[in-house]
C-alpha cells in the first residue's frame, strides 16, 4: 500500500518569464473527488475545497441520489462540477461510469471515492486508478465497528484498495490500526455542515426570540423543549422517545417535543403521540436554516434514541446538548463528538428507563447553561466544521502523514505563507 508523494508534495515547475530567465512556479496537484451525488449538507465543505490554494480539485457525481430521499447541493460557478449519472442496480447496488472514466482520466493524479462497498463502480474505479499509478484515497466511515465474519472480511478486502483513508471519527482510524493500518495512512477528517452559515444565524438568536417560538408551537410555553432532526425511520426509535416523554409526565421535568423531518413513520408516531397525549409539534422536512437554527435553538436538550449522525454536529453548534444510547457499534461517527456531561449524555441501548435519567439532568434549567453552550461551540470550532476539513483533505492529497489534532490556524497561517512565495 505504500506510493511516493514526492511529486505532490511542494511541486514546482519551472517556466520562462517575460524578460527570459527560468523561474520556479507551484503548481497544485489535480484531484478528483468522485461521488454518487453531493447531499446539500456537502455543500460547504465542496465549496471551500473548491476554492483551495493547495490542490484543484474536480467533482464528479450525478445531480441528484439515486434513491430520491435527500436534497442535493446546489453549487456556485466556483465548483468544477462533472456529472456523472447513477443507476440503481437493485438496492443497495449502484452503478457509476464516470467513476471508471475518472480513474482512467489523464486529467487527474489523485482520485478521492466515497467508499461505499455495495456499489462496484468503487471497486473497479479504485483498483483501475491504482494500476494506472494514481493515489487513491478513501472518503468515508470506515470500519463503525470491529470488522468480524464473512461481513468483515468483504470490508477489510474493499478497504484494501487505497492507499489512504479519510474517515470521520478516531474510533474507526482505531479499527484501522487493529487491522494492520499504520496511524499516518488514516487521516482522521472529521464531518461538517455549513458551520459558517450556521455560526451567522447563531449570532442572531435571543432568548427572547427562543421563547415566542415556543409560545407560537406550545400551548404551555414555560415547560422545557426536547428536539429531534432526523428522518423520521425506524432505526431512530423515535418511539422510544415518545415512550420517554410520557415517562417524563409524572416527574418535575415534562417536556413538549419538536420533531423536524418526514419520513415513512410520520403516521404511526403522530398516532402514539395521541394516544399517550403528548405535546408534540410535527415540522416536517425543514432545509431552511434560518427556521432550523430557531427550532433548535428553542430546545433544552436534542434527544436521539437510536442510531445518530449529523444530528450531533447539528445541535452541538447552536448550544444545545445531544442525549443518545452509548453503544458505539451501533452508532455514527458524529457520535464521537459527545462529551458526557458537557455537551450530552449517554443512555443504555434500547432501555426506556435509561433513556429517561439521561434527558432529565439536562430539563432541570428552561434552556442550557453557558457553561454548556460554550462546550458545545468549542468542539464544533475545533474540529467538525468544513475548515478543519477542509485543511484535513488539503493535508492528504498533499502528502503529508496524518495528524488527528493539527491546529487549523497554524495550518492556515502555513498555506498563507505558501500562497505569498509562490
Known sequence: MSYDSSHVVDREDSKTNFEGNRVTIHTRPPVAVVYHFFPHYRKAIVEQLARSLRAD?????????????????????????HLAPTHLIGKPFMWQWGAVRAAMSRE????????????PCTWIGGIVARVLGKRVFFWGHGYLSRPRGLKGLFRRAFYAIPHQHMVYSRLAKMYFMETGWSPERVHVIYNSMDTLVQQTQRDMLTREKALALRAELFHDASKPVIICTSRLIPMRRLDMLLDAIASLRVTPCDANLILVGDGPEKNALVKRAQELGLHVHFEGACYDE???AALISSASVTVSPGKTGLTVVHSLVYGVPVVTHGDADDQGPEWEAMIPGRTG??????NV????????PWLQQPF???????????LIDRFWNPTYQRRAIERAVCGAEADDLFDVRESESESESESESA
Not at 108 to 119: Q, R
Not at 353 to 360: G, K
Open 57 to 81: 480539485f474536480t467533482f464528479i457525481g450525478d445531480d441528484h441520489e439515486y434513491l430520491n430521499s435527500i436534497q442535493p447541493a446546489v453549487f456556485s460557478s466556483k465548483v468544477k462540477f
Open 345 to 350: 449524555s449517554y443512555f443504555e441501548n434500547n
Open 108 to 119: 487527474f493524479e489523485t482520485i478521492i471515492f466515497h467508499a461505499v462497498p455495495h456499489w
Open 290 to 292: 434560518q427556521r432550523l
Open 353 to 360: 428507563a435509561s433513556l429517561v435519567s439521561a434527558i432529565m
Open 368 to 378: 442550557p447553561t453557558d457553561d454548556t453552550r460554550r462546550a458545545c461551540h468549542e
